[in-house]
């Protein structure tokens, strides 16, 4: 690697300097230039990887304001798909009570036929319970019609409601998906951030021994 060369030329340059004072101002000079090069790269890498890092936190911030967006739409069409439910329950049980009243007249005007037959004398009293009865099994008729035709609108709704859910779930796993993506690139770049730091502190050090040495001499 670039930084073990450059400690082996330091070493050598160190060597040189106790055999020989003019060949040491040379190495010196040479291994001050590379220790040089090698702190202006150290310093590049550490800006360039910080420049990263923060690219990559903007990035998770961002991820992190459409997620909640997204989790507020689906706790919203969680709401309305509960609302649609106990509609749907309370029409059903609507219309099984008018089914029980149709069924009950019908049967009372079963009934009511034959005590035609076996009271004459209340024949008019009976047709006109009749005629009330068919007037209320129209009516029953009537709101079941108007049932049934809500019943539709709340199946139709429920079908756009399952499909706003689908969507919802979609996009949580991808924005899941992305967080997980931008986590893992984020402590790649902490660990890059970390490892170029000590390497610049390292060379830093390394540079003030050499002018140290230099201003000696």
């Known amino acids: 690697?670039?930084?073990?060369?450059?400690?082996?030329?330091?070493?050598?340059?160190?060597?040189?300097?106790?055999?020989?004072?003019?060949?040491?101002?040379?190495?010196?000079?040479?291994?001050?230039?590379?220790?040089?090069?090698?702190?202006?790269?150290?310093?590049?890498?550490?800006?360039?990887?910080?420049?990263?890092?923060?690219?990559?936190?903007?990035?998770?911030?961002?991820?992190?304001?459409?997620?909640?967006?997204?989790?507020?739409?689906?706790?919203?069409?969680?709401?309305?798909?509960?609302?649609?439910?106990?509609?749907?329950?309370?029409?059903?049980?609507?219309?099984?009570?008018?089914?029980n009243l149709i069924s009950n007249e019908k049967t009372l005007t079963a009934q009511e036929n034959q005590k035609i037959a076996e009271l004459e004398a209340m024949i008019a009293k009976i047709k006109e319970n009749q005629k009330k009865r068919e007037a209320n099994v129209n009516d029953y008729q009537m709101q079941m019609t108007q049932l049934q035709e809500e019943k539709k609108i709340w199946q139709s709704r429920s079908g756009s409601l399952k499909e706003?859910?689908?969507?919802?779930?979609?996009k949580l796993r991808s924005l899941a998906s992305e967080e997980k993506e931008w986590k893992g690139k984020q402590q790649g770049y902490k660990g890059e951030v970390n490892r170029w730091s000590k390497e610049v502190e390292r060379q830093q050090k390394i540079s003030d021994s050499y002018n140290s040495l230099a201003e000696v001499k």
């Open 1 to 99: 690697m670039k930084f073990s060369k450059t400690m082996t030329a330091m070493t050598l340059g160190l060597m040189v300097c106790v055999h020989s004072v003019a060949f040491a101002e040379n190495t010196a000079k040479d291994g001050l230039d590379r220790i040089k090069a090698n702190l202006n790269n150290s310093k590049s890498n550490l800006g360039e990887y910080q420049k990263n890092l923060k690219t990559v936190e903007g990035n998770l911030n961002e991820v992190a304001k459409a997620k909640g967006q997204v989790e507020s739409q689906q706790k919203e069409v969680q709401k309305q798909m509960e609302e649609n439910n106990h509609a749907m329950t309370r029409v059903g049980g609507q219309e099984k009570e008018i089914q």
């Open 164 to 170: 706003q859910q689908d969507q919802v779930s979609q």
